[in-house]
């Protein structure tokens, strides 16, 4: 088994890879991107972008990166036919993994403090070793986050945009997933891309509008302290009701339109 020192040296390593990319990739988004995105996401109202705080800029950001789609490529397509990086380089193996990438509810089994989390895909029935040094000092077993995972050769990380999930909003995301996604013996089916697209932003709105999304937003530290990005409260916002109109402006009710 590969030491978790190791893994933690790499991690960092291709952390500080993944900034870089995710500061560069949005040049690959146009104006269009982030306005579709933010009223896929309930985030646009009445035209506009609205953020409760900064946790909001992040998600749609990432979604926008790897969910938007033009001519069935998104962002890290695009970059990646525009650049020439060598096969054996550390910044193509997190471009790999970012390619592969895939939104997922984890739920934590086992905590290494100072490492990361051993996790439960409870989407895809598959346990990971997540690491995630600020996520290991504050994550307890049975906590669950609904995260983008990037898949590594002996780890995964996520894209930096996670979203805690109580139990209620849980319960939520499964029965609409069985109702639209389930097959008729109870078993997830096989999506297509756009059905992905579809899933990750149902689970992403239900998040956004629940409670549990005040109890965590990440920030970043220098590089030189050795300090992971940490969890702490955040206030959200007020939570929109299934029959209110919707915020993005079109005139129905929100369970019709951007609401789950």
């Not at 933690?8 to 995105?37: D, G, M, W």
């Not at 939104?103 to 990361?116: K, R, S």
């Not at 997933?177 to 389930?182: D, Q, S």
């Given at each position: 088994?590969?030491?978790?020192?190791?893994?933690?040296?790499?991690?960092?390593?291709?952390?500080?890879?993944?900034?870089?990319?995710?500061?560069?990739?949005?040049?690959?988004?146009?104006?269009?991107?982030?306005?579709?995105?933010?009223?896929?996401?309930?985030?646009m109202r009445n035209?506009?972008?609205?953020?409760?705080?900064?946790?909001?800029?992040?998600?749609?950001?990432?979604?926008?990166?790897y969910d938007y789609r033009e001519n069935a490529v998104n962002a890290v397509s695009r970059y990646l036919a525009d650049s020439e990086i060598a096969a054996d380089s550390d910044e193509y193996k997190v471009l790999k993994a970012m390619s592969?990438?895939?939104?997922?509810?984890?739920?934590?089994?086992?905590?290494?403090?100072?490492?990361?989390?051993?996790?439960?895909?409870?989407?895809?029935?598959?346990?990971?070793?997540?690491?995630d040094i600020g996520f290991s000092n504050t994550a307890g077993r049975g906590v669950v986050i609904a995260t983008r995972i990037l898949p590594l050769e002996d780890f995964v990380m996520t894209s930096g945009a996670a979203l805690p999930i109580d139990g209620q909003t849980l319960s939520e995301i499964f029965d609409f997933?069985?109702?639209?996604?389930?097959s008729e013996d109870g078993n997830y089916i096989d999506l297509?891309?756009?059905?992905?697209?579809?899933?990750?932003?149902?689970?992403?709105?239900?998040c956004l509008r629940s409670v549990a999304n005040s109890q965590i937003f990440y920030e970043d530290v220098?590089?030189?302290?050795?300090?992971e990005p940490i969890t702490a409260p955040l206030r959200g916002g007020p939570r929109i009701g299934r029959n209110e109109p919707c915020p993005c402006g079109s005139g129905k009710k929100y369970k019709r339109c951007c609401g789950p």
């Open positions: 088994m590969t030491d978790h020192n190791e893994l933690v040296n790499r991690y960092r390593q291709f952390r500080q890879i993944t900034r870089k990319l995710h500061s560069t990739l949005p040049e690959y988004l146009s104006k269009r991107a982030f306005n579709e995105c933010g009223k896929k996401l309930g985030i035209g506009t972008l609205i953020f409760n705080g900064e946790q909001d800029m992040a998600v749609l950001m990432d979604y926008c990166i592969e990438s895939f939104y997922t509810l984890v739920q934590v089994e086992d905590v290494l403090p100072g490492v990361g989390v051993r996790v439960n895909d409870l989407l895809g029935e598959k346990q990971f070793l997540l690491i997933a069985v109702e639209h996604y389930g297509d891309m756009q059905e992905k697209s579809d899933l990750t932003a149902m689970i992403i709105r239900l220098p590089e030189d302290t050795g300090i």
